[in-house]
């Protein structure tokens, strides 16, 4: 299809196959923007929990190498609320705070998928819209004395070019918001590791803070006797 045939057919659609050209620009930019931002925070992410993983409780000269080798992760500001939380706290505070972070961090993992799902369904409709207008086009011929049939023919053949277009951004929209959907659920379930790792790895602070609570008493019966 050459030019001056690509610029028949969109005007014979009224103009939707160049909208559809928008619709797919903007689903590409979608997918290569988020999949290499999805690609980065899973790898990364990957880094942050080898290193967490050999470590046997939270030190806070790690949480702050990792915080800055990482400064803009997801799983970097899941680390920074361990390394805030005051252990003078019940145990049981540090999931909880955990658990709010990963919440306020899910909405900027999966950012703009919303675009990419929404051209998925509009484009089909936007095809069909176009071919109605073009075979409305199309059929007009025979309103002309001496039209050949083929004009017609030619012209709903023109005219359902508009919903091909438009179920191929669909298919290639809904193969990568799928995808980018399943590095999505990764990541979630990654900082939902991280925290378990990490409140394991909190665990012996607070047995050493009772430990050292229960000398102390000791000590003051001790003396007292």
């Known amino acids: 299809m050459n030019i001056e045939t690509f610029q028949h057919v969109a005007a014979t659609s009224g103009g ?11 689903a590409l930019t979608v997918t290569i923007e988020r999949g290499w931002h999805l690609w980065r925070v899973f790898t990364q992410g990957n880094q942050v929990m080898a290193e967490l993983e050999s470590a046997a409780k939270i030190e806070e000269g790690l949480l702050g190498h990792l915080g800055e080798k990482f400064p803009r992760l997801p799983h970097t500001r899941v680390l920074g609320v361990a390394l805030q939380h005051d252990l003078n706290h019940d145990f049981d505070r540090i999931s909880d705070k955990l658990e709010e972070a990963i919440m306020r961090e899910a909405p900027g993992v999966d950012r703009y998928l919303w675009i990419l799902d929404t051209i998925v ?10 071919t109605i207008i073009g075979m409305f086009n199309a059929f007009q011929v025979l309103g002309d004395a001496g039209s050949a049939p083929t004009k017609v023919t030619g012209g709903v053949a023109e005219a359902l070019l508009a919903t091909a277009s438009g179920l191929f951004i669909a298919i290639i929209g809904l193969f990568f918001f799928n995808a980018l959907n399943n590095r999505v659920r990764i990541i979630i379930h990654q900082l939902e ?7 394991n790895r909190m665990y012996p602070h607070y047995r050493e803070a009772e430990a050292r609570a ?11 006797l």
């Open 16 to 26: 939707i196959v160049y909208l559809m050209g928008l619709l797919l620009l903007a």
């Open 193 to 199: 590791t991280l925290k378990v790792m990490l409140v």
């Open 121 to 130: 369904t509009l484009a089909p409709l936007l095809g069909l819209l176009g």
């Open 214 to 224: 229960s000398k102390v008493v000791s000590d003051l019966r001790s003396r007292a």
